[in-house]
């Protein structure tokens, strides 16, 4: 009769975690050989386990020859990928591009059409599922696109020498100001507190959520002083009416303000108006640079001090605000803009 060698207590440790741990024809394996060890003849296994005598004798000569990890299932070689280094590398190359760059008529590249290129180009012949597996692999995904707007304004760098070089070739008595607007909602700004796990706060939406006013404000960039005045909305007459309000409150002095490009900066009526107030002119910022305005860090503090996470009557709101910028000194306005350290 044929058993195996006699085996260590570490030796059976193993072979018990082996049934446990590994599955399929491992996990048979590992008992082949502790039924060999109990003495099972090699016949009896083979009924057990529905396979031939040879099997059996095969892997106990396995075991005794590499231990535990004869037992082990050896790497399979298989038919080598279609799909080698050189294959990658030319799809990702492929990706950087658009397909109307190679010649193809179509917007952006499908698993089929790159199944084409890369037997037109490369002689590669692979399915669209090999070529799926591939994409995965270095990492793309098939989602949609986000719409965006064009971040760049090409008017950019005339934009901001021309406001450098009026701050440089201004009278000393100039004025400069940081102007914008920002909308106020009786809809509370949902933002990030702290709560219990599992219960949820509720803000409930109140009656007439849709209500809102808009700030006006202005900030003078050397001494700190904050200017503003709240409006039921927005439009070019309340923007003529504030920029009246700058220049009474600085009379005699030449008056530049730095703002954003909104519609109402740059309409008709306003330009009608600065033609006759040649006192108070206006710097644009670039287009789509809110981070260039100052004015936009007061109104996160403000609507987070305000109107975050909960909701006010439009009254209360409006005086919230009020008190707001009241609490706030020009240094602090000025330390919170990051234009004084």
């Known amino acids: 009769m044929i058993y195996v060698r006699s085996l260590s207590d570490k030796e059976k440790k193993e072979l018990k975690q082996m049934t446990r741990k590994q599955i399929g024809f491992v996990a048979e394996r590992a008992r082949m050989i502790l039924l060999s060890d109990q003495k099972q003849t090699i016949q009896e296994i083979?009924?057990?386990?529905?396979?031939?005598?040879?099997?059996?004798?095969?892997?106990?000569?396995?075991?005794?020859?590499?231990?535990?990890?004869?037992?082990?299932?050896?790497?399979?070689?298989g038919r080598p990928s279609k799909v080698d280094e050189k294959v990658k590398t030319q799809i990702e190359e492929d990706m950087k591009k658009l397909p109307s760059d190679v010649g193809y008529i179509a917007a952006f590249w499908t698993v089929t059409l790159l199944c084409i290129h890369l037997c037109k180009t490369m002689g590669t012949k692979v399915s669209s599922s090999t070529v799926r597996r591939?994409?995965?692999?270095?990492?793309?995904?098939?989602?949609?696109?986000?719409?965006?707007?064009?971040?760049?304004?090409?008017?950019?760098?005339?934009?901001?020498?021309?406001?450098?070089?009026?701050?440089?070739?201004?009278?000393?008595?100039?004025?400069?100001?940081?102007?914008?607007?920002?909308?106020?909602?009786?809809?509370?700004?949902?933002?990030?507190?702290?709560?219990?796990?599992?219960?949820?706060?509720?803000?409930?939406?109140?009656?007439?959520?849709?209500?809102?006013?808009?700030?006006?404000?202005?900030?003078?960039?050397?001494?700190?002083?904050?200017?503003?005045?709240?409006?039921?909305?927005?439009?070019?007459?309340?923007?003529?009416?504030?920029?009246?309000?700058?220049?009474?409150?600085?009379?005699?002095?030449?008056?530049?303000?730095?703002?954003?490009n909104s519609s109402i900066h740059h309409s008709q009526e306003t330009q009608n108006w600065l033609s006759l107030h040649p006192r108070i002119q206006l710097l644009p910022l670039p287009k789509r640079s809110p981070q260039m305005n100052p004015v936009e860090k007061i109104w996160w503090k403000c609507k987070g001090v305000v109107a975050s996470s909960r909701y006010l009557s439009m009254e209360r709101l409006k005086q919230a605000c009020h008190d707001f910028f009241a609490s706030k000194s020009p240094d602090e306005l000025l330390r919170l803009t990051s234009l004084v350290a």
């Open 46 to 77: 083979a009924a057990i386990f529905g396979c031939s005598d040879k099997t059996v004798r095969n892997w106990i000569s396995r075991f005794e020859a590499e231990g535990c990890d004869g037992l082990l299932d050896k790497p399979r070689l």
């Open 134 to 260: 591939c994409l995965h692999t270095l990492r793309y995904a098939f989602n949609r696109p986000r719409i965006s707007t064009n971040p760049n304004d090409p008017e950019a760098g005339v934009k901001v020498h021309h406001i450098a070089q009026t701050m440089i070739n201004a009278p000393k008595n100039a004025v400069f100001l940081c102007e914008d607007e920002s909308t106020f909602r009786l809809l509370p700004a949902i933002r990030s507190i702290w709560m219990k796990v599992g219960q949820q706060l509720r803000v409930v939406v109140p009656s007439g959520w849709n209500k809102c006013f808009r700030i006006f404000g202005a900030l003078n960039i050397r001494t700190g002083e904050w200017h503003y005045s709240i409006f039921d909305k927005a439009c070019s007459s309340q923007f003529i009416s504030f920029l009246g309000d700058l220049l009474n409150a600085y009379p005699g002095c030449p008056i530049y303000v730095i703002l954003d």
